[in-house]
DNA sequence: TTGAATTAGTAAAACGTTTTACTTTATTGC
DNA sequence: GCAATAAAGTAAAACGTTTTACTAATTCAA
């Protein structure tokens, strides 16, 4: 009933805690437990299923092998996927990851963080919102490893992982301008955060740089967490404006609502038509026609988070903060 | 730097730690302490932001406020959405939720099963897979509280939640036959529970309650991690049988793969070739036609999680255990 | 007025590890 | 033959809490 500790191991052994202990940890060569002990002890505990309780060894040691991963929202398709990748990863270098959703919400992030303190997590992935500064620096000077992906905080100072979004965003719109589009939409969220102010940046600068008038109208700030009615609401009203050739969706969701839409208002994409999402989906590939996207790259955004990481966590002096910028992919699909 | 502890705060309230610790845990009254000196604790507490180590508490109490959930895939949206919803509901009750996926293999499943033992979580909610029998009944035996859900293992007696699978399945097939359909098709999987042999009873059952007679011709068992490009493959193998006027997806990855399929090889949905996708998808609403489904009831298979994996951690003695069967439905679309 | 009960609080053990500093015995070098 | 070194192992402190059993002072009841 009771499981067993590293006493009762000792003492079927006939030797001490410690000794066990040495051995458990693969310190038993070094400290110079002979042989016949080692073996003697590796089988008893094989035999009993002894596993050592993480909680007093996190207790004793100060760290825990666990990652806390914070993202906004665990059900979109594109954190989902990421938190998929970084927990392989991070598993395969013995570590295993705790992930939780901030939804958008500043309160519960920093409680999030809270938690996470208070259970001695050994770093911190974080896809972060506006608001958690604070925390995140105090986090810092405690000397916690913290790395952002996704979204960077500019006043904060530590490493970060992310896709290029300006020059992703950016050709997006030059691929609608080569297309000859002209009235060209944006949808977007009202988050204030770098990677969509980036995204916003790279589709003003686009339009510039071809010489087309920025036209406030036809770009929508969605707010963050209303319903999604609301959401399909207002761009129904966007497209009402039927001037509009071709509309960038600067999140995934966004997209799917404004392919909800399109489809009530039975409005087609084709030539005289075109979307862009950013963040792909599953959705995406399979409408007809395919929808172009965005294509972030997961699997380097996750290489590079595990590897920033666990280069951290492995040397004793903080090394030099990173900034990783991996360039995205426009997907043409038709 | 080095984080406060309960010392720290008994040292500059000139209290014992006991007494600290008493008016942390809201024991106070209970034990006597006066309300100047709770007043007086609570604010030097308030003011250096102490939060205690769980860690120690866990090692302590033995327990840890944290609910292991065990599933296959988090990417899969259907795990993250129901993720999402139980941590939703555990968080209001003060729990946190640690979460990691299986891949569908045996010895990842077991080693989640340990670490989350060592880690001394509360209590189990586990999808489970066929391979893990032992490990669960030494957790039942032990005392844990374990609830499955979405899939149950019959040899196994515990709590479990899910969708009515066989109702689903036989209604799906009985609309088909409504719609005067002849030769209906099944893509299913190999992996050997409870869940996707019921959906697979269902539609027997279904063929032969209106005298149609069963075609293992008919019926695609789709090997459960192999790579997607096969399953594409062998979906089109199934498609080139033309007689076939009606498609069952046993779960929405292999209806994801159907549909690319029949983009590939432009077959289209309609009056005489009709389809139903078992759990939903996003990319099925928006597809056109949408795609028909069966609905799992999320939200219920949530809360219904929840409420039993509360009681049992209220009560003393174990509950009995309960088969908790939700209705599941049948979304037609066009 | 005294013994019991209440109030206000504390000392110390316990949870299960890791790790430091130590002991004892055997081996080596000269 | 003896000091120094190596080999084999252990006792006990420490990590930060909770909780049990205790003390001392005060109040109460008869």
Redesign the pocket.
Same mark, same amino acid.
Do not use: C
């Given at each position: 009933m @009771?499981? &067993?500790?590293? @006493?009762?191991?000792?003492v079927k052994a006939?030797?001490?805690?410690?000794?066990?202990?040495?051995i458990?940890?693969g !310190?038993a060569k070094e @400290?110079?437990?002979?042989?016949?002990?080692?073996e003697k002890v590796e089988k008893i505990i094989a035999e009993s299923g002894? !596993?050592?309780?993480q909680?007093?060894?996190s &207790?004793?040691?100060?760290n825990s092998n666990i990652i806390g991963l914070i993202i906004e929202d665990i059900s979109n398709s594109f954190f989902s996927r990421i938190a998929r990748l970084i927990e392989d990863k991070a598993y395969k270098k013995g570590y295993k990851i705790i992930y939780s959703s901030t939804e958008n919400s500043v309160d519960k992030a920093k409680e999030l963080i809270n938690m996470f303190k208070?259970r001695k997590v050994d770093a911190y992935i974080i896809s972060p919102i506006k608001g958690i500064e604070e925390d995140i620096q105090m986090l810092l000077e405690d000397g916690n490893p913290v790395i952002f992906f996704d979204r960077n905080l500019p006043d904060i100072n530590t490493s970060y992982v992310g896709a290029d979004h300006f020059n992703a965003s950016y050709q997006s719109i030059q691929s609608f301008i080569d297309q000859g589009k002209k009235n060209i939409a944006l949808v977007t969220t009202d988050i204030n955060v770098e990677q969509i102010v980036e995204r916003y940046d790279g589709y003003k600068k686009a339009l510039e740089d071809n010489g087309i008038k920025y036209d406030e109208n036809l770009v929508l700030k969605i707010h963050f967490n209303q319903e999604e009615s609301e959401t399909i609401e207002q761009i129904k009203q966007l497209l009402a404006n039927k001037k509009i050739d071709a509309v960038l969706f600067a999140t995934n969701y966004l997209a799917i609502s404004g392919l909800k839409v399109l489809k009530q208002i039975n409005k087609k994409i084709g030539d005289d038509f075109a979307v862009i999402a950013y963040d792909d989906h599953e959705a995406f590939e399979l409408h007809t026609p395919g929808i172009s996207t965005v294509q972030q790259p997961l699997e380097e955004i996750a290489e590079n988070v595990i590897k920033l990481i666990l280069k951290q966590l492995s040397s004793k002096t903080k090394p030099e903060n990173q900034q990783v910028i991996i360039p995205a992919k426009l997907i043409i699909r038709d």
């Amino acid at each position: 009933m @009771k499981s &067993l500790s590293i @006493k009762d191991i000792a003492v079927k052994a006939n030797v001490s805690i410690t000794t066990v202990s040495f051995i458990i940890n693969g !310190k038993a060569k070094e @400290k110079s437990i002979s042989e016949a002990v080692i073996e003697k002890v590796e089988k008893i505990i094989a035999e009993s299923g002894y !596993k050592p309780n993480q909680i007093a060894r996190s &207790l004793r040691t100060g760290n825990s092998n666990i990652i806390g991963l914070i993202i906004e929202d665990i059900s979109n398709s594109f954190f989902s996927r990421i938190a998929r990748l970084i927990e392989d990863k991070a598993y395969k270098k013995g570590y295993k990851i705790i992930y939780s959703s901030t939804e958008n919400s500043v309160d519960k992030a920093k409680e999030l963080i809270n938690m996470f303190k208070s259970r001695k997590v050994d770093a911190y992935i974080i896809s972060p919102i506006k608001g958690i500064e604070e925390d995140i620096q105090m986090l810092l000077e405690d000397g916690n490893p913290v790395i952002f992906f996704d979204r960077n905080l500019p006043d904060i100072n530590t490493s970060y992982v992310g896709a290029d979004h300006f020059n992703a965003s950016y050709q997006s719109i030059q691929s609608f301008i080569d297309q000859g589009k002209k009235n060209i939409a944006l949808v977007t969220t009202d988050i204030n955060v770098e990677q969509i102010v980036e995204r916003y940046d790279g589709y003003k600068k686009a339009l510039e740089d071809n010489g087309i008038k920025y036209d406030e109208n036809l770009v929508l700030k969605i707010h963050f967490n209303q319903e999604e009615s609301e959401t399909i609401e207002q761009i129904k009203q966007l497209l009402a404006n039927k001037k509009i050739d071709a509309v960038l969706f600067a999140t995934n969701y966004l997209a799917i609502s404004g392919l909800k839409v399109l489809k009530q208002i039975n409005k087609k994409i084709g030539d005289d038509f075109a979307v862009i999402a950013y963040d792909d989906h599953e959705a995406f590939e399979l409408h007809t026609p395919g929808i172009s996207t965005v294509q972030q790259p997961l699997e380097e955004i996750a290489e590079n988070v595990i590897k920033l990481i666990l280069k951290q966590l492995s040397s004793k002096t903080k090394p030099e903060n990173q900034q990783v910028i991996i360039p995205a992919k426009l997907i043409i699909r038709d």
